[in-house]
């Protein structure tokens, strides 16, 4: 990364996130700001263990979601996937359909011409011909009309049984289908109940505290970074990005400040796998849809050796995902209620790195 863009990820973390000012690799991190002191309005009541226990459920309720969000996202490309094969599908049905009456059109005219002809055996046809040569050349052309007939019959035999076999994928992919809306359908369910239960429980704090709960997840994810950075992780780093992996960056980079929302693929909000799959599509590069899959089919590689542009998985489950730009630092759509913003790359649990150039 140049120094330009390192100059833009640290004055994106300071005015979006206000918590990882991520520099050069080894850059200390300044501690958040101490925990207020309860004041004498209606927060007192509120202690902050009270608030770390909210923090961790809001935590687990929004993981919840994003679980929710990958099982949406997931049916969807499936049904997109299926909608398209069954398309696909009936364009060959109609295609074989029209090729099938014009060679039973063709068949039905060789029969009517064969049955004009016939009535003599070809013994009465030799001695009754002008011309024995003639008849011999006629008869050879017969011949000819017998073995294409075959084939047309043959090809007739082997057309139809194609359609047969399209239409029995056609109702095979349209069950898939109807089985898909009915998970989309469930996991749209699940991913509203989860929301909104955080969002109720967010919305019986009072204003301080809010504050103070915002204080408790920019500490949370302060001492995430700091025993990441810790560990020493980032001295090895080979820092160079491929071209592709600068514009999925640059791409992510002027994305910051917009909406998370789930489901969302841009241009105007994003949920996490959204963004990283859009990112790589404006690099040139189409990617799987959800962070799942992101983890399943990509190519993985040792933290040690992620360059700008790498895609880092976070949680067991892969229900999180963001676009890694280099020095500690990451792009990402965090979760409802939040916009895309740069955090410390060790934030959030890793469980690996993958590459979609490789």
């Not at 979601?65 to 299926?82: F, I, L, R, S």
């Not at 640059?250 to 400040?257: D, F, R, S, V």
């Not at 599509?281 to 790498?310: C, F, V, Y």
Request: overall charge neutral; some cysteine.
């Amino acid at each position: 990364m140049g120094s330009g863009k390192r100059g833009l990820v640290a004055s994106a973390v300071i005015v979006v996130c206000a918590v990882t000012v991520l520099a050069a690799p080894g850059t200390a991190f300044a501690a958040p700001t101490p925990t207020p002191s309860p004041s004498s309005s209606s927060s007192t009541a509120v202690t902050s263990k009270d608030l770390e226990e909210v923090r961790q459920k809001l935590e687990n309720l929004y993981h919840a979601a994003a679980v929710a969000t990958d099982e949406y996202n997931a049916a969807e490309e499936a049904a997109e996937k299926q909608s398209a094969e069954i398309v696909a599908l009936a364009k060959r049905i109609v295609k074989g359909q029209e090729k099938l009456a014009q060679l039973k059109k063709r068949a039905g005219d060789a029969a009517a011409a064969q049955y004009r002809s016939g009535g003599l055996p070809d013994e009465a046809k030799l001695m009754l011909s002008d011309d024995p040569q003639d008849f011999l050349d006629s008869t050879g052309r017969v011949l000819q009309g017998q073995r294409a007939t075959k084939g047309m019959l043959t090809e007739m035999t082997r057309l139809q049984e194609d359609l047969e076999l399209y239409a029995k994928d056609a109702s095979a992919q349209w069950h898939k289908l109807e089985a898909g809306r009915k998970a989309k359908a469930a996991a749209q369910k699940k991913v509203e109940k989860q929301i909104k239960a955080a969002e109720q429980l967010e919305s019986r704090l009072e204003k301080a505290e809010k504050e103070r709960l915002a204080e408790l997840e920019r500490e949370a994810a302060y001492r995430a970074q700091t025993a990441w950075l810790d560990s020493g992780i980032l001295k090895d780093l080979d820092t160079k990005a491929s071209e592709q992996g600068r514009k999925a960056v640059e791409y992510a980079t002027a994305q910051l400040g917009k909406p998370y929302e789930w489901g969302a693929e841009g241009p105007k909000t994003y949920d996490c796998s959204g963004l990283t799959s859009q990112a790589w599509a404006s690099a040139g590069s189409g990617i799987p849809r959800t962070s799942q899959e992101q983890w399943k089919q990509l190519k993985r590689i040792d933290i040690e050796d992620m360059r700008p542009g790498d895609l880092i998985i976070y949680n067991d489950d892969a229900s999180h995902v963001a676009l890694y730009v280099g020095d500690g630092a990451i792009i990402h759509a965090p979760r409802p209620g939040r916009t895309v913003t740069v955090a410390g790359a060790g934030s959030m649990p890793i469980l690996g790195v993958v590459r979609p150039d490789a």
